[in-house]
């Protein structure tokens, strides 16, 4: 079983699908075809604008089109993901909390920001994109290229713990970050820009806790297969029409959030789906390695696109796309296997203290559970 006291990334390492016997085993499984659908949308996104930054593709209007669409809603779903069960935390203790988070979190974006930042750097004379060795020394104040998402889940789940342990309620809770996320427009928090993007995304990894005090996830996995195909064409040409709009025309910060929770719902919805059909299970397997396609996907999705270009002089569009986007969802994920079956897992996290007794992690998974009423 996956263990959701763990951030959205997080997961069970087995390969083959659990079969729906209880409520909660439901749960898992539509979430993990969610996370498949969020990777998918990430590691597309970025080959996608690497090509773009090359120059292979150009920037015209279908190209800001998918763009748009992407970005409109597709780290919004991985903030509400990290949300669903960030309860089952807020009953460890500061030192239990801050392990836990420093080893899932923090640690994973301290590596391969380095190590990503050093590759570029290697690189940089093949690409477009410059890389500056001092910005290393920033990653502390400063997250680099995609690790924003995890330096902001940081800040995130720091602030949920704290409000939770001094009192508040899920619906409290939620009420404060939907606070926070209202005053964007009126109330300046300086030039750290990490804290403005908490502001923005904290609404949804508190709506994710809401769901899940209410019991929705469940409702949501035992939905009728037509109402969720009807949901998820809904949401998605809900996006695609509002991001259908002519270069510059901005959404405002309400019709923005409208938008990325229509697109959430959408790809609920069709992970919903893709967990009762034959035959589509790698999409499962991508969210079980979401992490690891996460922090290396750019590396060597940068590195096929320079092979391709450099190597065999292609720049086929839709070669590229392809090879890019598989490689980059594929290599990552036989790397963790690989890491995995020679004992180098600390590539991706911290190796974890020796787990407690079964009685004794029993009593504080129990506990957790109650900070969840």
């Not at 923090?106 to 750097?121: E, G, H, I, K, R």
């Not at 020679?342 to 787990?355: M, V």
Request: hydrophobic content about 50%; overall charge positive.
């Amino acid at each position: 079983m996956i263990d959701f006291s763990r951030f959205a990334f997080e997961q069970t390492r087995d390969s083959k699908p659990k079969v729906a016997v209880t409520e909660e085993r439901a749960r898992i499984t539509w979430v993990d075809y969610a996370r498949g659908v969020g990777i998918f949308l990430v590691v597309l996104g970025h080959v996608l604008r690497g090509l773009r930054s090359s120059e292979i593709i150009g920037g015209g209007s279908a190209f800001r089109f998918v763009d748009s669409w992407i970005y409109a809603f597709h780290m919004p779903l991985f903030f509400l993901l990290s949300g669903l069960f960030a309860g089952r935390r807020v009953g460890r203790s500061g030192g239990t909390f801050l392990r836990e988070i420093f080893g899932s979190i923090a640690y994973p974006y301290l590596v391969w920001s380095a190590l990503q930042t050093l590759m570029q750097f290697a690189l940089s004379r093949y690409t477009s994109n410059r890389v500056n060795l001092s910005e290393l020394a920033g990653i502390l104040v400063y997250p680099v290229m995609q690790f924003w998402f995890l330096y902001v889940l940081l800040l995130i789940y720091l602030g949920y713990y704290v409000l939770r342990r001094i009192g508040l309620g899920p619906l409290g809770t939620f009420g404060v970050f939907a606070a926070f996320w209202a005053t964007q427009g009126w109330v300046g928090l300086g030039g750290w820009w990490p804290i403005n993007l908490s502001r923005i995304h904290g609404i949804y990894f508190a709506m994710g806790a809401l769901v899940t005090r209410y019991g929705w996830t469940g409702r949501v996995g035992q939905a009728p297969s037509a109402t969720l195909a009807l949901f998820s064409a809904l949401g998605y040409g809900a996006v695609a029409a509002a991001v259908a709009r002519p270069p510059g025309d901005s959404l405002d910060s309400v019709s923005g959030l409208t938008i990325a929770l229509c697109g959430i719902t959408a790809s609920v919805a069709l992970a919903v789906l893709l967990s009762r059909m034959r035959g589509v299970d790698f999409v499962r397997v991508m969210g079980v390695y979401s992490l690891e396609i996460f922090v290396a996907h750019t590396i060597v999705s940068a590195g096929l696109r320079i092979a391709l270009v450099k190597g065999f002089s292609i720049h086929n569009t839709a070669a590229h796309v392809a090879i890019g986007t598989i490689g980059g969802i594929a290599l990552p994920e036989l790397l963790s296997r690989l890491c995995r079956r020679y004992h180098a897992e600390f590539l991706f996290r911290l190796p974890a203290r020796t787990e407690p007794p079964e009685n004794s992690r029993s009593a504080i998974d129990s506990t957790s559970q109650q900070a969840d009423r």
